[in-house]
């Protein structure tokens, strides 16, 4: 089972997404996408998904994410407009492998082949993406991947890099400030 995470917005580039999933049934007939989260476009996402074996959970509180982020194969997305998704990050510590369309923060967070598969942002390459990672033999290697990725965005790590981030900084500056403050007569 494929599963979305997020707000149906047309910034999301969900019309893609639901044209390639059915690009996908074609070799996988028994593929199926949850689709987590409300919005806008719900409605007209409904309808161009009425033939699919897609099911719109719609939102869901926080504390449930979790089951449904386990529950997955794999994490789609083909938004290509966000900073720094959580749930992709929340996907790979569940072991979700991430199919994503190729945007600054899924280059981030998507290594090919290792934690799930970069796709252009179309329905050929989005397709062959969530194949490639559904196919048997490839999709445990991409969980076991998935596992060991988000420790990076572990809330602890990220909070001492953005410390050196700073001392790094002040390093930098003190000698360009005491340098300015003798050519200005100031000390």
């Known amino acids: 089972m494929l599963v979305y995470l997020g707000r149906l917005a047309p910034e999301k580039n969900l019309e893609t997404l639901l044209a390639a999933f059915s690009v996908v049934l074609g070799s996988r007939p028994d593929a199926r996408l949850l689709v987590v989260g409300d919005g806008p476009a ?9 033939d699919l074996p897609v099911v719109f959970a719609g939102a869901v509180e926080y504390a449930r994410v979790p089951t449904y ?4 194969d794999a994490f789609v997305t083909a938004s290509t407009s966000e900073v720094l998704p959580m749930s992709m ?40 993406g969530m194949t490639r990672v559904l196919s048997p033999g490839v999709l445990e290697g991409l969980r076991e991947g998935a596992r060991r990725s988000p420790g990076a965005y572990d809330v602890s790590a990220r909070a001492r890099d953005l410390v050196a981030v700073y001392e790094r900084a002040r390093e930098d500056r003190w000698p360009r400030a005491q340098a300015y403050r003798r050519a200005q007569g100031l000390g």
């Open 42 to 50: 719900r409605t007209s996402l409904e309808r161009q998904a009425r």
């Open 69 to 72: 982020l386990e529950a997955a």
């Open 89 to 128: 990050i929340e996907a790979l510590a569940a072991g979700a492998p991430l199919v994503a369309t190729r945007y600054p923060a899924a280059e981030d967070l998507v290594r090919d082949g290792v934690n799930g598969a970069l796709c252009e942002p179309d329905v050929a390459s989005l397709a062959a």
